[in-house]
């Protein structure tokens, strides 16, 4: 057979495939194998002169099959793998700041109602019975009568096992202190996981907004980065009264106003100022 037979019998065969194929779709909605069946192998093979296998090839073979290549697909996943680095972190800081934000309006309720218990039960602060000193005596004293109104999973009093030795800093970057070994604090954990430290300076100081007795807390336990205005906080009980130290609050302060800052507007966003 010549080059040009051979040509016109594969033109043939593919014109006698698309119009067979069309003359099935309209004739009758039944499945091809069917269609096939009922007509007969035999017509197929003498009509196109080709197999059952080769008319099916020919069914699919003016149908496009698309996909994705496989740079198509990298360059997306690169996209996607740019904007997640680019947004989880702003993600991840506004998450820690709303629990940040809930545990320190659940700390102030909690002590809160504690120091109204106490005052029910003993009366105002500065009717207490404890030393007028900045001592461990002095604190021991004065926290027995708020103690039995918290929900407390350890209690150290002027021991040390509650708050580790880790540094606390400022907002503003500096050192300030560690508290963990110091018997002039009084150290407990509450059931939340909230670390509570708290020292007095004694019974002359509760007058005005003086605080009776002084309070920090860390919101997030053990866990990083243990710095005013982002996971500890001050604040202290006056004679009848939470009142949280006032002033300004930014990265470039102490960040002993925040606790009220957060009372004030509920958020953290002296961070992005």
Not at 190 to 199: E, I, V
Not at 200 to 212: A, L, Q, V
């Amino acid at each position: 057979m010549t080059e040009e037979q051979k040509a016109i019998g594969q033109e043939g065969r593919r014109e006698a495939c698309h119009s067979d194929v069309r003359g099935d779709m309209l004739q009758s909605p039944r499945p091809l194998w069917e269609r096939v069946r009922v007509r007969g192998q035999n017509r197929v093979n003498s009509r196109v002169g080709f197999s059952l296998p080769e008319k099916l090839d020919c069914q699919f073979a003016g149908r496009r099959k698309t996909a994705f290549t496989l740079a198509e697909v990298l360059i997306t996943l690169g996209i996607i793998g740019i904007v997640a680095a680019m947004t989880l972190p702003s993600l991840i800081q506004k998450h820690q700041e709303r629990v940040a934000v809930n545990k320190l309006k659940k700390f102030h309720s909690v002590i809160a109602q504690a120091q109204l218990f106490a005052i029910k039960e003993h009366g105002y602060l500065n009717e207490w019975d404890f030393p007028d000193s900045y001592s461990e005596e002095a604190i021991i004293k004065v926290m027995s009568y708020i103690t039995p109104y918290l929900k407390i999973s350890k209690d150290c009093g002027t021991e040390s096992g509650c708050l580790g030795n880790g540094m606390i800093k400022l907002l503003n970057g500096n050192d300030w202190g560690s508290y963990d070994n110091n018997r002039k604090y009084y150290k407990l954990i509450l059931n939340d996981g909230t670390y509570m430290w708290a020292s007095t300076g004694g019974i002359s100081n509760c007058n005005g907004n003086n605080h009776c007795i002084a309070i920090w807390i860390d919101v997030n336990g053990a866990k990083a980065p243990n710095t005013m205005g982002i996971d500890v906080f001050q604040t202290g009980l006056n004679v009848a009264s939470v009142y949280p130290s006032h002033g300004s609050c930014s990265k470039s302060d102490s960040g002993f106003a925040c606790y009220n800052y957060i009372l004030t507007y509920g958020n953290m966003d002296y961070l992005r100022k």
